[in-house]
């Protein structure tokens, strides 16, 4: 099938720079615990994998 | 007359992307499958990738394909609704032509870290399937299917997987999706001929075909026996495009022919070479064999009728966590095996004691692997 040229081109772009997975930032999710010696581990990304990008959610 | 479609699975993934560009550009990849719900990791997913997606879907050749849905779980847990969800998010973004899932149930308590394992093919199974893929159709409007599990511990759940995921997928007017290499694992593993196994399936529901390659490992239990497993990390073999030359003839209903590969086997430009050639090869062998007249819909009058409980089995649930902390928790071969004939497995619908050793092995190995993700 044929798809359009600038198409390609953006893609051919993006993957001779490796930036693959550049743009439609998004705020992360992030979840600090802490525990009862009171050290705090930063957890993030995963918790909400499903919101509103078209793609993956999260845009 | 309809067309048949060669496509690949394309997934946003650096190794696989660079391996399908070349085909892109040489306009060969005629239809692209996507796993919609693969992208919970990425906080970030580029404006092209979602334009690929588009253009193909407007042409009506994206279909998505599901792996971490799980429709045969015994409950329906918080994980499945947000599934659910997200899917009814997809198909508003995407013109998807049609959605797929996996027959079997994911292990694990994590919703992305689990091996997919087969189940009995009972009534209960069937009705819980059959509830699950209303509710899947009735988001997706369009046509739903299941595809064939690698994952078998006996002849005998080979020998029915064909006649179940009909009986399945009737219950929809869906499809099923017949996985050449996964059907080549069971050849192998339980030396039976192809016919054997493909006339056990309604090859009038056939409307996907997928071709990949997997891996070999010897078996430590049953000295000198290989297994073939599906580990979609190699080139395909020679016998998977000699099964797919038999196939496409008798599906009258086919209409897409996909290659599937990881992109962790795609690391280096000889991989992603043969990646190519393999499906320059796979497609020279579609375009031989036209559809002979106008295929089906595989599209029932919607929406379904369904009742606003899921359908849920905590028996079932039950026995498939009994299942899962086994084969994750275990910590040989033998601990394995008592563990099963000690638990309430034993003596029921799963038939463990038909279980073969080597794939008891290959099932335990599997839940290994996946259970602190798949990477």
């Known amino acids: 099938m044929k798809i359009s040229k600038n198409l390609l081109a953006v893609i051919a772009l993006t993957l001779g720079t490796s930036a693959v997975l550049t743009s439609c930032q998004k705020d992360e999710v992030i979840t600090v615990t802490t525990d009862e010696k009171g050290n705090e581990t930063v957890t993030e990304g995963e918790q909400n994998p499903y919101d509103d990008c078209p793609a993956c959610g999260m845009g | ?375």
């Open chain 2, 1 to 375: 007359m309809a067309e048949i479609y060669s496509g690949v699975g394309c997934n946003l993934d650096l190794n696989l992307l660079q391996s399908i560009f070349p085909l892109l550009q040489n306009e060969q990849i005629e239809a692209i499958e996507w796993s919609f719900d693969t992208l919970y990791k990425h906080k970030n997913v580029p404006e092209w990738f979602v334009e690929l997606l588009r253009e193909y879907g407007k042409a009506g050749r994206l279909v998505g394909h599901g792996v971490y849905g799980s429709l045969f779980s015994g409950l329906w847990s918080p994980a499945q609704v947000d599934w659910l969800q997200h899917l009814s998010k997809m198909v508003k973004n995407f013109q998807f032509d049609h959605i797929s899932e996996h027959f079997g149930f994911m292990t694990g308590e994590d919703f992305h870290k689990g091996a997919p394992l087969n189940l009995p093919m009972n009534k209960i199974v069937l009705n819980l399937g059959i509830d699950r893929l209303k509710r899947v159709q009735n988001i997706a409007n369009c046509p739903v299917g299941v595809e064939n599990l690698a994952v078998a511990y006996h002849w005998d759940s080979v020998r029915r997987q064909g006649e179940f995921l009909g009986e399945l997928v009737a219950a929809v007017d869906g499809f099923i999706i017949l996985d050449l290499h996964n059907l080549y694992c069971q050849l192998h593993n339980f030396g039976v001929d192809f016919e054997q196994v493909i006339n056990a399936y309604p090859l009038e529901r056939v409307r996907e075909i997928h071709i990949s390659g997997g891996s070999w490992e010897q078996s430590q239990i049953e000295k000198g026996k290989t297994i073939r497993r599906d580990t979609h990390d190699a080139g395909a073999p020679e016998e998977v495009f000699e099964l797919l030359q038999k196939t496409i003839k008798l599906c009258p209903n086919l209409k897409f022919v996909m290659f599937e590969q990881l992109g962790f086997g795609l690391q280096t430009a000889a991989a992603q070479q043969v990646f190519q050639s393999d499906f320059i090869k796979m497609q020279q062998i579609v375009s031989q064999q036209q559809n002979e007249k106008d295929i089906i819909s595989f599209l029932p009058n919607l929406p379904h009728f369904i009742d606003n409980q899921v359908l849920e089995n905590r028996e079932l649930a039950q026995q498939q966590l009994i299942l899962s902390n086994i084969l994750e928790q275990s910590n040989s071969y033998e601990q394995v095996i008592a563990a099963l004939h000690n638990s309430e497995l034993s003596h029921s619908d799963w038939q463990i004691e038909q279980w073969q050793p080597a794939m008891i092995e290959t099932a335990w190995a599997i839940a290994q692997k996946w259970k602190n993700g798949f990477n």
